[in-house]
């Protein structure tokens, strides 16, 4: 059975920091590109970065370059997102997303959702003063 678990949210400062975990089971984890998407209410999901099986490429929206980073552990079949200087925007339901090798990374580097096959339930990530 598949399954993707996301971990690490939380409510937050400006300026503050946290780590998101993805943690995944029930598929081949090192073939397969892992991504963040988040989505705000009312707004519609948005890709935030993402990593390639193959060579651990990383992509990121511009509204989190410099801020986010993405990284892998594919011996524990984990994907981390370390966020820092978090901002009010960056409030949203924060999800883990994994893609097929099939599709050559395309959903990956376009940081879109739909390359992505297997979803996680997500995890709430809110900054406010």
């Known amino acids: 059975q598949v399954q993707l678990v996301e971990s690490g949210g939380g409510l937050v400062q400006p300026g503050g920091s946290l780590r998101l975990s993805c943690a995944a089971s029930?598929?081949?984890?090192?073939?397969?590109?892992i991504g963040w998407f988040r989505q705000a209410p009312g707004k519609e999901r948005e890709g935030v970065s993402c990593?390639?099986?193959?060579?651990?490429?990383?992509y990121y929206a511009d509204s989190v370059k410099g801020r986010f980073t993405i990284s892998r552990d594919n011996g524990e079949n984990t994907v981390s997102l370390q966020i820092d200087s978090l901002k009010p925007k960056d409030t949203a339901v924060y999800y883990c997303?994994?893609?097929?090798?099939?599709?050559?990374?395309?959903?990956?580097?376009?940081?879109?959702?739909?390359?992505?096959?297997?979803w996680g339930n997500g995890t709430q990530v809110t900054v406010t003063s």
């Open positions: 997303a994994a893609e097929n090798p099939s599709n050559y990374a395309w959903g990956c580097m376009l940081l879109d959702s739909r390359g992505m096959d297997y």
């Open positions: 029930g598929f081949r984890f090192d073939l397969y590109g």
């Open positions: 990593i390639t099986a193959s060579d651990g490429s990383t």
